[in-house]
């Protein structure tokens, strides 16, 4: 059965209102998956207006269990904590207490099992601050709505996937902040994730943090050796596939030939530019390892406020993240 997937509004004055009715309006979405968005129906009326996008009817339900799925009509359960019309453009409290409450509505939704996966729309992290809601983003949002310590972030494009033992931090605190526990931990989560997916054997590669992998104590002070390699030994004697550590220059090269399934960068540039290469539009953000086994992806940019409203904004990666979603919805879930 096609998964449920849970998209929430992110910032109403933000973009987000408009490239998710952009992205509904495609037909093959329904192909794929039954979309369910959480947010507000004024906002997405006021979206599909300024998007030409009249024809799509938003229709207002207050569970799961109401929803169509039919091209044509946008489900959303319309949470009506948008007491005015927000603008477009402009920093809102409101706004920013509104998309914190969306995430927490689809993580209730993602708990009980009546959606299989949850995709966001940007939020803008000073409209969530005035809205009292003190977090960085999604990503702890999410792991504190779910009681979640061990997660990683996931990069994924068509032709790349990609996740990370270490991201927002120096280069120097990265390389510290690798451990055989941290590396063991993120193999599995890339794993279990794609295994979860429906592959069976997920072939999993492991960068080395030095050029050339340290090239047998050439480079470095033998971080592989300390830090990667006894979680590899330990991954290996569980039955997983990996690779590694070996060089990064070569390791994306052959994944996107098709040696390897997914890649595991050491740290934030060492796995985000291949990524941005292949293209930003292309991108797709996943929180993987979230208690329950629940699915996060978001679109790869934030609220664009310089544009919002102006019925401009490219659903291009909004499409991608659906699409990500349904990928990774756990296969044996209803």
């Known amino acids: 059965m096609k998964p449920i997937i849970a998209i929430t509004m992110g910032d109403a004055a933000g973009i987000g209102p408009e490239i998710i009715v952009k992205a509904l ?7 794929v998956c039954r979309p369910l968005v959480v947010g507000d129906t004024e906002t997405l ?4 207006a300024v998007s030409s996008r009249d024809a799509m009817k938003i229709r207002p339900i207050e569970g799961a269990a109401e929803a169509l799925f039919q091209h044509g009509i946008i489900d959303c359960i319309n949470l009506k ?8 453009g402009q920093l809102s409290a409101a706004a920013g207490n509104a998309a914190f409450h969306y995430i927490a509505k689809a993580v209730e939704l993602a708990k009980s099992g009546e ?3 949850i995709c966001t729309a940007p939020l803008n992290k000073e409209a969530l601050h005035k809205g009292g809601h003190l977090y960085p983003g999604h990503t702890e949002i999410l792991a504190k709505l779910t009681e979640t ?10 032709r790349l996937k990609v996740i990370h033992l270490t991201t927002h931090v120096g280069l120097i605190k990265a390389v510290e902040m690798i451990t055989p526990e941290r590396t063991y931990k993120v193999l599995k989560l890339a794993d279990q994730v794609l295994r979860a997916a429906g592959n069976n054997n997920p072939r999993i590669a492991l960068c080395g943090i030095n050029p050339h992998a340290g090239e047998n104590g050439l480079f470095g002070n033998g971080e592989e050796e300390e830090k990667l390699l006894p979680a590899v030994e330990k991954a290996r004697m569980e039955g997983m596939d990996v690779y590694g550590p070996a060089p990064a220059d070569t390791l994306f090269y052959r994944a996107m030939r098709g040696d390897f399934d997914i890649v595991v960068a050491c740290y934030h540039d060492q796995g985000h530019a291949p990524i941005k290469v292949l293209g930003i539009e292309d991108g797709v953000n996943i929180t993987v390892g979230l208690k329950g086994g629940i699915i996060r992806t978001s679109v790869d940019h934030g609220t664009a406020f310089d544009i919002a409203g102006k019925g401009i904004a490219d659903e291009k990666s909004m499409l991608e993240a659906i699409r990500s979603a349904v990928e990774l919805a756990p296969k044996q879930t209803v």
């Open 25 to 31: 309006s495609h037909p093959d979405i329904y192909e």
């Open 45 to 48: 009326e006021r979206a599909a």
């Open 81 to 88: 904590l948008l007491p005015d019309a927000v603008p477009f």
């Open 115 to 117: 959606v299989q996966a």
């Open 149 to 158: 310590e061990d997660f990683s972030m996931m990069l994924s494009t068509g």
